[in-house]
């Protein structure tokens, strides 16, 4: 079984910059993909809108709305993946799920992160 600890979010104004953590621990039998999904206010678990997301051997790739303003980053070794969320919008209002995949293609949740942009 795998754990994940989600950090970060928060509430920042237009412009700001936030930074969500994952951290992955358990039965990992080898993490392949590491990323963040996000939920945005009233839409439903199946529309959560891929943000970012980055493999073992740092292939990234991120959705439409966020390119140019997020990074995504890893550290193998600890198993944990970052989010830097810069020159944030209101739209970006969300709560950020991270997802992680094994090598078999099994696949955790974190418990999600509130991200809020208002000023």
């Known amino acids: 079984q795998v754990q994940i600890v989600e950090s970060g979010g928060g509430l920042a104004q237009p412009g700001g910059s936030l930074r969500l953590s994952c951290a992955a621990s358990?039965?990992?039998?080898?993490?392949?993909?590491m990323g963040w999904y996000r939920q945005a206010p009233g839409k439903q678990r199946e529309q959560r809108e891929l943000?970012?997301?980055?493999?073992?051997?740092?292939?990234?790739l991120y959705g439409d709305s966020v390119k140019g303003r997020f990074t995504i980053s890893r550290d193998n070794a600890k198993n944990t993946a970052y989010l830097q969320m810069d020159s944030l919008k209101p739209e970006d209002t969300a709560v950020y799920y991270c997802?992680?995949?094994?090598?078999?293609?099994?696949?955790?949740w974190g418990q999600g992160s509130q991200v809020t942009v208002s000023s």
């Open positions: 997802k992680v995949v094994n090598k078999y293609g099994s696949a955790a």
């Open positions: 943000v970012a997301t980055i493999t073992a051997s740092s292939n990234t």
């Open positions: 358990g039965s990992l039998f080898s993490i392949n993909v």
